[in-house]
């Protein structure tokens, strides 16, 4: 038996109809991704409903009119991403208590004064009493940094906390988060499609840290980072430099390409310009690999033992005194590696 041998051109016009679909399907799922998240109801229905249908349409025209096709789907590209650029991020709406306020500063030779540092008493994972100060730390007085995961279901991602450490005993720890509104809760799709605002936040051990370690029992992990002294204060003004940034412009979260690590990524750029991009960077639980990696940490600990040691969601809570900072780096040891079943390789 034989088969019609089929010509360049056949070939070309079946590859060109694929790719057509192909990008058609995929930009009506976008546009409904975009517009679920946006518009609601009758809003929403009507709205994808006339995309839809100019989509089906120039689908049909494609096969009788390749250019005009390509062109109709411009169109809809174009109307669409009007909307959509449209869309722009706010400094005055109603947000949740605990994003209200984003860290500013104040930066006088080596003296920075933080407005806005949280420092809430937390009753429980969702009440706290607010409380909003401001903090001045001596430059010449900073002397640590340590990174802290903090994974609440996914051991693969993570979200990650910076905190410096000044000799005065003044701990600072910095977050990049979503900004929610009162009303909302955040989800995955929302942070796609420009739902929520970027939010740095200043905040005290005893806020930011205990109310995952304590309160919504997360596997929060402690790593000292291995700086020097230029690179610690290099990386501490970074951040002070977002959150200026972000108090005169703000900026949308994006799960994939502006969250807690791809923004920290950028930062530890001033520290490291030749640091390279990795996918541990988006699949953010093992970090402390590409970190032990690039040889950040202090000592030759493999890292198994390192992610299994810097566990310190147990310290905290077991702890009821005043200086919580302390007792988290405690170095007590932990149960043993064969008996914690959640301390595998973040």
């Not at 605990?98 to 080596?110: F, I, L, N, Q, R």
């Not at 007590?332 to 973040?346: G, I, V």
Request: net charge negative.
């Amino acid at each position: 038996m034989t088969f019609p041998s089929l010509s360049v051109a056949s070939v070309g016009r079946f590859s060109g109809h694929a790719l057509f679909v192909c990008i058609a399907l995929a930009g009506v799922a976008w546009i409904w991704g975009a517009m679920s998240v946006h518009l609601s109801g009758t809003v929403f229905l009507t709205a994808f409903t006339i995309t839809a249908m100019a989509a089906i349409i120039v689908f049909g025209i494609r096969f009788y009119k390749r250019r005009l096709g390509w062109a109709g789907l411009t169109a809809i590209a174009v109307v669409v991403g009007v909307w959509y650029q449209g869309i722009a991020p706010a400094q005055d709406r109603e947000w949740a208590s605990d994003v209200a306020h984003g860290v500013d500063a104040e930066v006088d030779g080596d003296l920075v004064t933080l407005a806005n540092v949280r420092n809430f008493t937390c009753h429980d994972s969702t009440s706290a009493d607010p409380s909003w100060e401001a903090r001045t730390v001596d430059l010449t007085e900073l002397t640590s940094m340590d990174m802290l995961t903090s994974v609440w279901d996914n051991p693969d991602i993570a979200h990650l906390l910076v905190s410096f450490g000044f000799s005065d005993g003044q701990r600072v720890v910095f977050s990049v988060e979503t900004r929610k509104e009162a009303h909302e809760s955040f989800n995955v799709k929302g942070g796609f499609f420009r739902q929520f605002e970027l939010i740095l936040v200043a905040a005290t051990e005893e806020d930011i840290i205990k109310l995952r370690t304590n309160h919504r029992q997360e596997d929060v992990r402690l790593y000292p980072v291995k700086l020097n002294a230029e690179q610690r204060r290099d990386l501490f003004m970074s951040y002070i430099g977002l959150g200026q940034e972000l108090q005169a412009q703000p900026k949308f979260y994006n799960t994939l390409t502006k969250n807690c690590t791809t923004t920290v990524y950028g930062l530890a750029q001033v520290v490291k310009p030749d640091i390279g991009l990795d996918w541990r960077l988006v699949m953010s639980g093992h970090l402390p690999s590409y970190i032990d990696s690039l040889g950040g940490f202090d000592g030759a600990v493999p890292i198994e033992k390192r992610v299994h040691l810097a566990q310190i969601t147990q310290k905290a809570s077991s702890y009821t005194g005043a200086n919580f900072s302390a007792a988290i780096r405690r170095s007590d040891p932990l149960p043993s590696l064969s008996m914690a079943a959640s301390d595998s390789l973040n």
